[in-house]
């Protein structure tokens, strides 16, 4: 029969392994499509705005998937530290990597989307709003890498146990 203390244990593994598939699952989501799926799609389709507005949906389902990762592995994170949870370099790093989700899903994928938009019916990147578009899509692609490399550092601060 287990000890009270190896019946406590129990739920303690299930909860950090779970959490340790939710990073698994954020990270390799993030470099799988960042830095293969989307890459091909550009290398493979001759038609450009069909492989971009494939990627953008892929983007956003990467995006839902870190918020819902990052919402299980800050309220994990908080349910076994308490409050000193919230100085722990991996509360830190996913909270860094929802804030860099977060701004690129809902400030600047609209703004993207709007001059998409207001360029149609031509491609944005064959409009007066080219520059714009481009200078976002810079900036969307610099949040996309650190999001990307900061899972390097929440996989490895990720310790079973």
């Not at 593994?13 to 799609?41: E, I, K, M």
């Not at 909270?95 to 993207?112: D, K, R, V, Y």
């Amino acid at each position: 029969m287990p000890s009270d203390a190896q019946k406590g244990s129990v739920p303690k593994q299930w909860v950090h392994g779970l959490a340790l598939l939710v990073a698994t699952l954020w990270v390799g989501s993030l470099w799988g499509v960042g830095f293969l799926a989307v890459p091909v799609l550009f290398g493979s389709l001759s038609d450009k705005m069909l492989a971009g507005l494939l990627a953008g949906k892929m983007f956003t389902l990467v995006a839902y998937v870190g918020m819902g990762s990052a919402c299980y592995l800050l309220a994990s994170q908080l349910a076994a530290s308490g409050r000193q949870a919230l100085r722990q370099p991996f509360f830190l790093i996913v909270s860094f990597m929802l804030l860099l989700t977060l701004a690129g899903e809902f400030i600047l994928q609209p703004e993207m989307a709007a001059l998409k938009t207001l360029a149609q019916p031509a491609d944005v990147m064959h409009s007066p709003y080219s520059g714009q578009f481009d200078l976002l899509h810079r900036i969307a692609t610099g949040l996309y890498l650190a999001e990307s490399l900061s899972g390097i550092a929440l996989v490895l601060k990720a310790k079973p146990g």
